[in-house]
């Protein structure tokens, strides 16, 4: 399958939507960032964010919706290295009343994913750590098979990764 992305368009998978392509661009982006093909990685991830810009910018837009595009929107632009706008998605995610009103619910748990991830992108292990601890040892949070996503891998082998890693192992 990761061959088929690798060297499928986008024509090739026939997206119903916008949404579609940008998820396309997007996993392209992160297999790509997987294989070392940085150069790649960021033209992809400049498609997605585009697109995913210009549907974010709709102000007819459910508050929800809104809200998990800027979530993608702060990955791609971490993915991409630009620390400023990241942070600055990353807050607008998560002003969200139901985050405040249920801080243990499956929203504020994949938004603890999505700082993870940005912060891996961003290099920031320590600002990561209690996201990602959050993230892969919650219900509702990433399987321990996602940290070897470009975002996570490079933080497998620093100690506190190993501590929540190897207690989910053990609790499969």
Do not use: H
Not at 20 to 44: C, H, I, P, Q, W
Not at 133 to 148: E, H, M, S, V
């Amino acid at each position: 399958l990761q061959n088929e992305l690798a060297t499928g368009s986008l024509a090739s998978f026939a997206p119903g939507s916008a949404l579609d392509s940008v998820n396309f661009y997007a996993e392209k982006a992160e297999l790509f960032m997987t294989r070392g093909d940085n150069a790649r990685a960021l033209g992809l991830a400049d498609s997605a964010w585009r697109l995913e810009k210009r549907m974010a910018d709709d102000p007819n837009l459910p508050t929800f919706v809104r809200r998990t595009q800027y979530e993608v929107l702060a990955w791609l632009a971490a993915l991409r290295g630009d620390r400023p706008t990241a942070l600055s998605m990353l807050r607008q995610a998560g002003e969200s009343s139901s985050i405040a009103m249920y801080p243990d619910g499956a929203e504020a748990v994949q938004l603890s994913c999505t700082r993870a991830a940005v912060y891996g992108f961003l290099r920031d292990v320590d600002t990561m750590m209690p996201f990602a601890q959050r993230c892969f040892t919650k219900a509702n949070g990433y399987p321990i098979a996602y940290l070897n996503d470009p975002e996570f891998a490079r933080y497998r082998n620093d100690p506190r990764v190993r501590a929540f890693a190897g207690t989910q192992a053990t609790a499969r």
